[in-house]
């Protein structure tokens, strides 16, 4: 999954392929490769690490041709290497794809049997397989492609070439963007705007399954249903910088958006609903082994470590083992007590993070067992890690964590149900009815986006404060320790995070009419509702400003907080999920009306490879 661009027209593709990945990079890749079909001939580049070596490799050796497609990875499946870039290759037909095809080992298997090799490791090459085969039985290349998706489960835009069919360019999509640039006597592909921002501005935006055939001289496009359909025609005016963010403002507020999305690709192909069982690839415990298991020890920092925390509430209520969450920064100089009988989880975003990293190896090396929560494949804590398992939600730009912390959430979710169903804590039943909880998520953080403008209003209230006291309690607690982190650190407005029961022990102090405390507080047993609405309470009698997040059908508290932002109703443990969401767009609007820089802010780096 990442940046895919392909050109048809007059001139030599291969320059204005690479070209259009540059104008991708922003997105981060681990790899790039570029097709060029010319005199009836597939020509294929690929390198691993920065656009530079791709580059080079053209240069020496230029592809030629007038016809190709380009694609620049961010690895999901299988490690980053010149093997599994994009494009993919077999016989004469070479693919990129973003996306993830769920089937694809089962597709494999079948290929296989019929004398099929695979040179790589990804589920993209699956694609080049089956189409190469419909071509054979002598079916043209949009039929092929047409026969290929319907055998695929899963998310896809896929950009389709053939030397046999040296003339046009084959996409479809279902669930990833995918766009086409209009051009005159040229015409383009790609999975996003900026890619070709230099060539053209009128663009066509591709729905869910439709297919087109693109042309030097013109596109058609056809529906799911095989009916040439007409999409309409857009001129696109943003800047290049405004096209990167996908209109948004700030890569942020990008992201804060795209959850729905990244959640939904992080559950993808793992819930298998029918036997209340979770799929993870690559996971090689045992149930004896995981029966073993004493003892959790969750290592991370920052963002990272509230989700850890999140987990712990998951692991040891759906899973019953003991789970203790780590600063990685303080475990790795302690002389910690490790056994071969306790399970090591780092969760990290960008997999480097130098304290993480170090914990983990510490771990390690005193016998546990290890497993990586990450949303970077081929990371530095990924190839330490005996399990790894992909967060999914796409490369994360800005510096302060919004998808990557909710994709953790839900994949820590997974986790706890996987390690109670091989316990036997959970029955299958009840795994089902965990697993029917995750699948509601990403409409639910669709709906709870809605409340940006009340968020907005309460931002502009509060934009001036000098501190922010956020309270929760049970698994809302790492959610106000969330609230509180984001928005420090770009606001740069002090806050800070409390579990509601602890308030009295100190905070309180602090609390007049200047104030603004946030009070995260979904009506659930286990997040002790009533005592949650008596800090409430104890806030408003000393005059503190309460914005309240509570259930949408809660009116209980309307009389008593200043504000109430009002949110889907979760189970206990996935209201975190939900209930971060409003957090992230308070720092978010606050930091944006105080004009700071929301993406970049002072002092932080994204990834903190140094101690
Ligand atoms: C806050 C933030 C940081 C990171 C922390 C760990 O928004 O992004 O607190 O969570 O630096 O980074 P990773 O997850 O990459 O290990």
Redesign the pocket.
Same mark, same amino acid.
């Given at each position: 999954m990442c940046g895919i661009v392909g050109y048809v027209g007059d001139k030599e593709s291969a320059p204005i392929l690479v070209s259009g990945l540059k104008k991708l990079e922003y997105r981060g890749y681990d790899s790039a490769g570029v097709a060029v079909v010319g005199g009836n001939a597939l020509n294929v580049v690929r390198a691993t690490g920065k656009l530079k070596n791709l580059e080079n490799r053209v240069s020496q050796e230029p592809p030629q041709g007038t016809l190709g497609i380009g694609h620049t990875r961010w690895a999901t499946h299988g490690r980053p290497s010149d093997e599994n870039a994009h494009p993919h290759t077999y016989k004469n037909v070479a693919v990129v794809h973003n996306g993830i095809i769920e089937n694809h080992l089962a597709l494999k298997e079948e290929l296989r049997a019929k004398g099929h090799v695979f040179s790589s490791e990804t589920d993209t090459e699956v694609f080049a397989h089956l189409i190469s085969d419909e071509l054979e039985r002598g079916v043209d290349l949009p039929d092929a492609v047409r026969l290929a998706i319907k055998q695929v489960k899963g998310t896809y835009a896929l950009a389709v070439v053939s030397s046999r069919d040296p003339n046009r360019i084959i996409c479809t999509k279902d669930a990833s963007p995918m766009v086409l640039g209009l051009g005159q006597g040229q015409n383009f592909v790609a999975s996003d705007v900026p890619a070709l921002l230099e060539h053209t501005r009128d663009f066509v935006y591709m729905e869910e399954g439709d297919l087109a055939i693109v042309t030097a001289q013109g596109v058609d496009i056809f529906n799911r249903q095989g009916n040439k359909v007409n999409r309409p025609t857009r001129r696109i005016d943003w800047t290049p910088m405004m096209a990167e963010k996908g209109g948004h403002k700030h890569f942020m507020h990008k992201e804060i958006w795209e959850q729905p999305r990244a959640i939904a690709d992080t559950l993808r192909g793992r819930m298998l609903l029918s036997e209340g069982d979770i799929h993870f690839e690559g996971w090689n415990l045992s149930a004896d082994k995981v029966r073993t298991i004493t003892k959790v020890t969750i290592l991370?920092?920052?963002?990272?470590?509230?989700s850890g925390v999140a987990g712990k509430h998951m692991i040891e209520s759906l899973a019953r083992i003991p789970v203790e969450v780590e600063l990685a920064s303080e475990f790795r100089y302690r002389d910690p007590i490790v056994d071969p009988t306790h399970l090591a989880i780092?969760?990290?975003?960008?997999?480097?993070?130098a304290d993480?990293l170090a914990a983990f190896k510490e771990a390690k090396a005193r016998g546990a067992m290890s497993l990586a929560i990450?949303?970077v494949m081929g990371s530095a804590?990924t190839r330490e890690a005996d399990i790894s398992v992909l967060t999914n939600a796409g490369p994360e730009i800005g510096?302060?964590?919004?998808k990557?912390?909710t994709t953790?959430l839900v994949t820590l979710y997974m986790l706890a149900v996987k390690l109670g169903r091989m316990r036997g804590t959970l029955t299958v039943k009840a795994a089902q009815e965990h697993l029917t909880h995750l699948t509601q998520i990403p409409k639910m953080i669709e709906d709870v986006l809605k409340c940006e403008p009340s968020v907005k209003r309460v931002a502009r209230e509060f934009m001036a404060a000098q501190d922010f006291l956020f309270l929760g309690r049970g698994p809302m607690h790492p959610v106000a320790l969330e609230g509180a #982190?984001?928005l420090k650190?770009i606001s740069y407005i002090h806050a800070e995070g409390y579990a509601g029961g602890e308030m009295k022990h100190g905070p309180i102090a602090l609390i007049d009419e200047k104030m603004p405390v946030v009070v995260i507080a979904p009506k659930q047993p286990s997040v002790a509702y009533e005592k949650i609405i008596g800090n409430i309470e104890e806030v408003r009698a000393r005059g503190g400003k309460v914005i309240a997040i509570i259930d949408e059908d809660d009116h209980h508290v309307d009389g008593l907080a200043d504000h109430v932002i009002r949110i889907p109703a979760a189970c206990a443990l996935l209201a975190p999920v939900v209930s971060t969401i409003p957090l992230q767009l308070l720092a978010y609007h606050v930091a944006e009306m105080r004009g700071n820089d929301v993406d970049q802010p002072r002092n #932080?780096?994204?990834?903190?490879t140094v101690e």
């Open positions: 991370a920092c920052g963002t990272s470590w509230h780092a969760i990290s975003q960008s997999g480097e993070t993480t990450c949303n804590m510096v302060a964590s919004t990557a912390f953790q #982190l984001k650190e #932080l780096a994204k990834s903190v």
